[in-house]
Nanobody
Framework: VQLVESGGGLVQSGGSLRLSCTAS????????MGWYRQAPGKERELVAS???????NYADSMKGRFTISRDNAERAVYLQMDSLNSEDTAVYYC?????????????????WGQGTLVTVSS
């Protein structure tokens, strides 16, 4: 299973970006999907997550500025980022929890994307 992310880039402070992440491979069902980020010199942190049923969760500093959504048919998750500031500069990673059912065995697994760089200039 692979995750392919896109949508990162350079944006001015106050601007917007939309990140996309699509899963491919052998997947029986996709469970929670989420976005994390890691700024230089800092630990990776949760940005937002969304369950298979559409329930969302946001880090406090992203509430009201970021919106996570998903398209189950496309196996995709999106992150709309508005009112960006320099503190949002980071590599953004997509993470997906999924289930594989094979030969009567159920496996619950997780996979990370390769990351996409978001740079916000002041």
């Amino acid at each position: 299973v692979q995750l392919v992310e896109s949508g990162g880039g350079l944006v001015q402070s106050g601007g917007s970006l939309r990140l996309s992440c699509t899963a491919s491979g052998t997947i029986s069902s996709i469970n929670a999907m989420g976005w994390y980020r890691q700024a230089p010199g800092k630990e990776r942190e949760l940005v937002a997550s969304i369950t298979a049923g559409g329930r969302t969760n946001y880090a406090d500093s992203m509430k009201g500025r970021f919106t996570i959504s998903r398209d189950n048919a496309e196996r995709a998750v999106y992150l709309q980022m508005d009112s960006l500031n320099s503190e949002d500069t980071a590599v953004y990673y997509c993470k997906t929890l999924y289930t594989v059912i094979m030969g009567g065995f159920v496996r619950n697994l997780a996979v990370w994307g390769q990351g996409t760089l978001v740079t916000v200039s002041s």
